[in-house]
């Protein structure tokens, strides 16, 4: 059966290091990735787009990659601050016409 | 605040009530969705909306009722819930349409409106 996982339900960095979250997928064969921030109480937030013929995206302190040989996409935030914590989720069009998944999502915490 | 405005905020409604949810979008999408979010829980699709069609039902219990009026309007009737449809129920658009061979629009997500059904 077709999955996403997020393999890390929470991860607790310090202020100032780099963090690494990762979307693994199985049975998917996917034109494209989104990552999305989501903070309590309010809808998810677009963040970036990386599609299957590249290899990495950057946006500011953000970075994706995607490698569809490892099925496996990783979001690196860098310099964290306190004001990054969020759930992080990863997104997946199981079909190319919009039925986007969502991955459990990984709660991020950095701490001051 | 989000580009995308749902209304209202939170409603509890009784089992055997009728309500609506309502959604508005004034970015010329021409993609809207419903999506449910329970607690922990990652955004489940519900419905899929394009040129103010239907164009993805996910296999949702019919007491949920999905209507677009218009291209910037999508509601979401509500009808003999059950307890456990207590949820985020959360609305979203997108510019590209759903169904063209390379869709990678992102979705533009409202805040959502916080269900419980009593």
């Known amino acids: 059966s077709q999955k996403i996982e997020q393999n890390s339900e929470a991860l607790n960095i310090q202020e100032g290091k780099t963090a690494t979250l990762t979307c693994n997928y199985t049975?998917?064969?996917?034109?494209?990735l989104q990552w999305y921030r989501q903070d309590p109480g309010r809808g998810p937030v677009f963040l970036l787009l990386i599609r299957e013929n590249e290899k990495e995206k950057r946006k500011e302190r953000l970075k994706v990659t995607f490698d569809t040989t490892l099925k496996q996409s990783l979001f690196h935030i860098t310099a964290s601050q306190p004001a990054d914590s969020a759930t992080y989720l990863c997104?997946?069009?199981?079909?190319?016409?919009?039925?986007?998944?969502f991955g459990q999502g990984t709660i991020l915490t950095v701490h001051p | 605040d989000t580009e995308v405005t749902q209304t209202p905020k939170h409603l509890v409604m009784g089992m055997t009530n009728k309500k609506s949810l309502k959604c508005e979008q004034h970015m010329g999408h021409r993609a809207m969705y419903w999506y449910k979010q329970k607690a922990k829980k990652p955004p489940e699709l519900m419905f899929v909306y394009s040129y103010e069609k239907l164009s993805i039902n996910e296999s949702v219990p019919s007491r949920f009722s999905p209507e677009c009026p218009n291209s910037s309007l999508l509601n979401l009737h509500l009808h003999a819930l059950q307890p456990e449809d207590s949820a985020l129920y959360l609305c979203?658009?997108?510019?590209?349409?759903?169904?063209?061979?390379?869709?990678?629009?992102?979705?533009?997500f409202g805040n959502g409106t916080r269900l419980t059904v009593t």
């Open positions: 997104a997946l069009d199981r079909t190319s016409y919009g039925k986007l998944t």
């Open positions: 049975n998917y064969s996917p034109a494209y």
């Open positions: 979203a658009s997108s510019q590209d349409w759903v169904g063209t061979s390379v869709f990678n629009s992102p979705l533009h």
